[in-house]
């Protein structure tokens, strides 16, 4: 099986960072697209950011400029740089990662369980 554990969520005040990682662990034969999305309550899931195996990037909207994505291979571990965050990045933020587990199997998505982003004065 495959585990993804998040870690780095915290308390910020405005105009903070913080660090997120996202570590695979398991029956890993390849990891393509590693994403970070978010979950404020009441809210839908949205993704914030996304990068693929190649390394492209890709971020929403209201993030751009602000946050970054990055992957380590060799750890199968995807971080999120978060910085100038607001209050309104407050959100439970999750990590989806694109797995095949065997040469011949397909690619499966796996959630983690999520880490709490709080930007608060």
């Known amino acids: 099986q495959v585990q993804v554990v998040e870690s780095g969520g915290g308390l910020v005040q405005p105009g903070g960072s913080l660090r997120l990682s996202c570590a695979v662990s398991g029956r890993i034969f390849s990891i393509s697209a590693m994403e970070w999305y978010r979950q404020a309550p009441g809210k839908q899931r949205e993704l914030v950011a996304r990068i693929t195996s190649g390394g492209s990037t890709n971020y929403a909207d209201s993030v751009k400029g602000r946050f970054a994505i990055s992957r380590d291979d060799a750890k199968n571990t995807a971080y999120l740089q978060m910085n100038s965050l607001k209050p309104e990045d407050t959100a439970a933020y999750y990590c989806?990662?694109?797995?095949?587990?065997?040469?011949?199997?397909?690619?499966?998505?796996?959630w983690g369980q999520g880490t709490q982003v709080t930007v608060s004065s």
């Open positions: 989806n990662a694109d797995v095949k587990e065997a040469w011949g199997s397909t690619w499966q998505d796996y």
